[in-house]
Each structure stands twice: as C-alpha cells, then as structure tokens.
C-alpha cells in the first residue's frame, strides 16, 4: 500500500510503502522516490490521494563505475 509518512530528518511529507508491521504502533516502510526504509509511528503515517498512489516510483538503482 502506497501511502504518506513524515520522514523523520525533515518533517516533510513523502510516498511511501508499507514494508512490515513492527507492532501495534509501528511499522516499517520504504521511501518510494528515494529507496531508503524507516521504522515509524502509526501516527506519521496518512492516506494518499489516488492521483498520487499511480505515479511511477522516482528513484533509479545506479552502480558507479570507477574508470
């Protein structure tokens, strides 16, 4: 499920999916545009307008090559 969490490092609002269950008041998920996991409270966490839940995912895995 596709939903909005408040990253912690910023308070700001991003996409986000719901990984895991932790406990009854946590849960781990992963940042969508930006590949990063965080454990948060059920209480950062808010629905998504539907617009937003079919964007594509943002982030792109990269491998540096070093020459």
């Given at each position: 499920m596709?939903?909005?969490v408040?990253?912690?490092?910023?308070?700001?609002?991003?996409?986000?999916?719901?990984?895991?269950?932790?406990?009854?008041?946590?849960?781990?998920?992963?940042?969508?545009?930006?590949?990063?996991?965080?454990?948060?409270?059920?209480?950062r966490?808010?629905?998504?307008?539907d617009?937003?839940?079919?964007?594509?995912?943002?982030?792109?895995?990269?491998?540096?090559?070093?020459?």
């Amino acid at each position: 499920m596709i939903c909005a969490v408040r990253f912690s490092a910023d308070q700001l609002f991003y996409r986000a999916e719901i990984l895991d269950v932790v406990d009854a008041n946590c849960i781990e998920v992963k940042y969508v545009d930006y590949g990063n996991t965080e454990v948060v409270s059920i209480q950062r966490i808010r629905k998504l307008l539907d617009v937003y839940t079919v964007l594509t995912v943002q982030v792109w895995r990269l491998r540096t090559l070093l020459v």
